[in-house]
Every structure is written in structure tokens, then in C-alpha cells.
């Protein structure tokens, strides 16, 4: 049986086998090298941003080669600017400098943040830079719509614990649920939630996660959609519970599923073959999904698990279960893009360097770039920097397997460029960015399914 839909962390092991052959690549059972110590979000190893969220202490050379990661905090994420987001190639970890970092072209239309997705593209993605354990999120948005384009919301974890909203753009009437532990595929873990009212496109809708030791809770426009306990995930092979534990990232995103690069079950649980000449495209330049605000409280409890007494959380044992995190008073800044979880202050900034890391990654997705004494190569705010070019993917077949290229854009133009649509420029911007997760995944899902 063709498996459509495949959990995030799953769905990207083997992937830089394509995308980036120059890149090592990291597993359960190929840990990263010590020159490339941190095995980052995408299964990629380097330094950097790569030992930053995302960065899987498992996979990594040691299980401190990952930088901590910030605790939880009580917050409510107004998405009307983008004065708190920064593209991963402009963060260094400290999260009282920006509430989200991501990658691809976020965007303020009307009061609201726009993800979208230009033609060819590999869509954005945005994740909180605080890590949340246990607890309520919610999300006030609208999705994207058309075959084969994916709007999502989810939890997701370094140790790649998820759990999901995910919409595809040829049903505005389903909320899909998903969890999964670990990144382990399991088949039975989707459930769908009927959204009441027009659809998920034309009005904004409430879309929350309740999350305890005990239980999630999926719940639409305040209405209970869907629970599942801890208890029913008993795993008598592994003997421990399939239930998501670990503290994890808000992850808000649009992506291609339907793109042309996808396996047929992934193209076909999206909804078919994304048009890249859309009424979307055409009228917009872009397909897009709209976030007017996302909240976050912390789970309650004075002890472990699910704490945020300190600073930041970090893993004491490979298990990656809730056990094994440490509720902690470790630091979570790195001076510089040379740095790792074990040398934080490698590099401060000035020009000698960057011989040290010459031949090290130091952004994921961003093929093998590299960031000169950590000086920072992106300019401008959500600028899509984040791949000084498109090293990292050498399929010249698929625009969108190498994101943002330049040239997709240019092919494109004339459906896309009239609709500027008054975003605030931010149209204009470079679109160059290298392989970025979405293109790892576009590029993924056609191996696992073979
Ligand atoms: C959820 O709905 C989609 C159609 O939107 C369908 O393809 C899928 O099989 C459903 N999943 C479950 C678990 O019912
Ligand atoms: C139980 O755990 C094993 C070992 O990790 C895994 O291979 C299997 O898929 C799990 N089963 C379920 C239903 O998740
Ligand atoms: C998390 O930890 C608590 C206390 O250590 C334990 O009772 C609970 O079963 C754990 N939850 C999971 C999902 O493993
Ligand atoms: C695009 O937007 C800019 C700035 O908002 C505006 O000056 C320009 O006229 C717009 N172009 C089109 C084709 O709408």
C-alpha cells in the first residue's frame, strides 16, 4: 500500500542522497562526523545553524552537539509584522531576538503574515525559536487552497516527536490530524476533523492543540475534534509509549505536495498535480496561506516533565523519551556560525575565522555555503538569504527541488509578476535560497515510496 502521507522527520532520512550528495548525512545509525558534529532537522550534518532547532541530539556526533534549546514561554504571537521573524541564515539562538525563524517568503498583507509560495518554489516555512513542553497552542489562520498545495500547523520535536494539523488545498472542509513518536511512520495515526462554516480558505478559523503527559487534544473553533490518550499508544516491541513527549517547535508552513517531483501518493493525498498557472498565481504571484495570530501557553507543572523553570532544554540519554530531558540553565547563543553545542563561542565575528570552517555547512538547506566568521550573508529582513546559492542541489531537471532558484522565477514571471497585490515589496525580494526543508521533502517522498 502506497503510503501518502508521511511524518515530517520520516519522510527526510535519505534525502541529501539527492539534494546535496556534497553534504554528509546523518541517521540512528550514521551519526555526523566531528567536523560536521550537528545533524540538523533535515537529516544534514554541519555547524551552525544546524546545532540549532531542529538539530537531533540523537543523530549528532555527541548528544551535547546540539546548542540547547530555549524553554517554553507563555506568549501571543501577533502576526502583523515581521519585525520578530528572521531567516535561519540571521539567527544565532538567542530567542529574545526573534520570536520565529524560517525560511522561504513570509510576507504582512492587511494585517496579517502571509507564507507564501511563488511558482516553482518550495513554499516557507516558520518556526517559534522557543521550544514548548506539554501544553496549549493555537492558531488563528487560513489555508492555502488548490490540488496539491499543503498548509500545515504542527508541534515538532529534535528528537522529531510531531504532532499535526495539516490541510490540503482540494478539501477546505477537513482539518487532518496526525501524530507521530520519534518520526516513526505509523499508518493509523491520522484522523479528520470537519470544519463547520464556509471552509478553511475564505474565513479564519481557530485551530488548537492541548497537550499533556496524557493526552492531545485537537480542538477546531473550540470545539473538541479529536483526543487521543497516551494510553493507547502502548508499542509492545519498542515497550515504551508512541506518544509524543519531548519539547518541540511551532512549525506554521505552505508546501508543494503536488509538485511534480513528489512520489504518486504524495502528489495524490495532496490532491493531484499543483498548477503553477493557478487563478492563485495569476492573481497573487503566489499561492499563500494567512496567520493572524498564534498563542502558546506552557504546560503547568512544578516538575519535570513539562517544566520552564530555566533556560533551556537539553537531552541526557540517546532514548530521547521525557525522561531524558533536562529543564536547564545552560546557554543558547552562539557567537558565531563556526559554533556547535560543545564550542559556542567558536568564532567571534571578525574575519580570521573562517578558514576553521572553510569546508563545513553551516545553514541547512542551504547547500554548501558557508558563513565567514560568522558574519552575517543576509541582509534584509526574511530576504530568503539563506543558501548563498543553489550548491546544495545539483538536479538541474527540478525548479523546485532547488528552491527559490532564480531562474524558476524568471520562467514564471510573466504569469506571476503582474500581481503584486501591494505586500509591501516584499515581492521584490532576492529569491535565491538554496534547498530548503520543503525541498528535501519534495525531493524525499519519491525514494521512500519506490
Ligand atoms: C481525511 O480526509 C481525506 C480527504 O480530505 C482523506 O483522503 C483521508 O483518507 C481522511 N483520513 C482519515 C484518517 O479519515
Ligand atoms: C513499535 O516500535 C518499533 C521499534 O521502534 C517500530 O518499528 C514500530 O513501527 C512501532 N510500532 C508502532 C505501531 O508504532
Ligand atoms: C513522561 O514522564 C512521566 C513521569 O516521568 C511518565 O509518568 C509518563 O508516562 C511519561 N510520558 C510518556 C509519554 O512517556
Ligand atoms: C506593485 O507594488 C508597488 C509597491 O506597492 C507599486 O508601486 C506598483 O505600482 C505595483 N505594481 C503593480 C503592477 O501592481
Known amino acids: 500500500m502506497v503510503r501518502a502521507l508521511l511524518p515530517l522527520g520520516a519522510a527526510l532520512l535519505g534525502a541529501t542522497a539527492v539534494l546535496a550528495a556534497d553534504i554528509p548525512t546523518c541517521s540512528l545509525n550514521k551519526k555526523c562526523p566531528e567536523e560536521a558534529p ?117 508541534l515538532f520535536s529534535d528528537v522529531k516527536d510531531e504532532i499535526d494539523y495539516e490541510f490540503v488545498g482540494v478539501d477546505l472542509q477537513t482539518a487532518q490530524t496526525n501524530y507521530y513518536f520519534q518520526g516513526i511512520p505509523d499508518y493509523v495515526n491520522g484522523g479528520n476533523i470537519t470544519i463547520e462554516g464556509a471552509n478553511s480558505y475564505d474565513e479564519f478559523h481557530d485551530y488548537e492543540i492541548e497537550w499533556t503527559p496524557d493526552e492531545i487534544k485537537w480542538i477546531v473553533d473550540g470545539k473538541l475534534g479529536r483526543t487521543k490518550k497516551r494510553s493507547e499508544t502502548w508499542n509492545a516491541t519498542s515497550n515504551q509509549w508512541g506518544f509524543p513527549q519531548t519539547p518541540s517547535r511551532v512549525q506554521i508552513s505552505i508546501w508543494p505536495g503536488g509538485a511534480d517531483t513528489n512520489a504518486k501518493g504524495t502528489v495524490d493525498w495532496a490532491g493531484g498535480a499543483i498548477d503553477w498557472n493557478s487563478e492563485e498565481i495569476k492573481h497573487f504571484g503566489y499561492y499563500f496561506a494567512t496567520f493572524a495570530e498564534v498563542s502558546v ?99 538541474s531537471s527540478a525548479c523546485a527541488a532547488s528552491g527559490f532558484s532564480q531562474h524558476c522565477d524568471d520562467e514564471s514571471s510573466g504569469g506571476g509578476g503582474g500581481g503584486n497585490n501591494s505586500n509591501n515589496g ?25
Not at 541526557?316 to 545552560?330: L, Y
Open 38 to 154: 550537528c545533524c540538523s532537522q533535515y537529516n544534514q550534518c554541519g555547524v551552525g545553524a544546524y546545532c540549532l532547532g531542529g538539530c537531533d541530539p540523537r543523530m549528532s556526533f555527541s548528544l551535547d552537539s546540539c546548542v540547547p534549546a530555549p524553554v517554553c514561554q507563555d506568549k501571543v504571537y501577533k502576526m502583523d509584522s515581521l519585525d520578530r521573524y528572521k531567516d535561519i541564515s540571521e539567527y544565532l539562538g538567542d530567542p529574545s531576538k526573534a520570536d520565529w525563524v524560517g525560511q522561504g517568503e513570509p510576507l504582512v498583507y492587511d494585517g496579517n503574515v502571509l507564507l507564501t509560495m511563488p511558482a516553482k518554489s518550495v513554499g516557507t516555512v516558520l518556526a517559534t525559536t522557543t521550544y514548548m513542553w506539554y501544553g496549549k497552542v493555537k492558531a488563528r489562520m487560513k489555508t492555502s487552497r488548490g490540488a496539491g498545495v499543503v498548509t500545515a500547523f504542527i
Open 297 to 395: 501557553e506552557c504546560y503547568k507543572t512544578d516538575s519535570a516533565p513539562g517544566t520552564h523553570k530555566g533556560v533551556s532544554y537539553y537531552y541526557n540519554n540517546i532514548a530521547g523519551t521525557n525522561d531524558t530531558v533536562v529543564d536547564s540553565d545552560k546557554p543558547t547563543v552562539l557567537k558565531s556560525f563556526a559554533g556547535t553545542g560543545t564550542d559556542m563561542d567558536k568564532g567571534d565575528g571578525t574575519s580570521g575565522d573562517a578558514s576553521q570552517s572553510s569546508s563545513v555547512n553551516t545553514i541547512p538547506g542551504g547547500g554548501s555555503n558557508q558563513v565567514p566568521g560568522g558574519s552575517n550573508p543576509g541582509s534584509g529582513s526574511g530576504s530568503g538569504t539563506g543558501g548563498s546559492g543553489s550548491t546544495g542541489t545539483s538536479g
Open 426 to 450: 516584499a515581492r521584490g525580494v532576492d529569491r535565491t535560497l538554496g534547498a530548503s526543508a520543503f525541498a528535501v521533502i519534495v525531493g524525499i517522498a519519491g525514494l521512500l515510496l519506490l
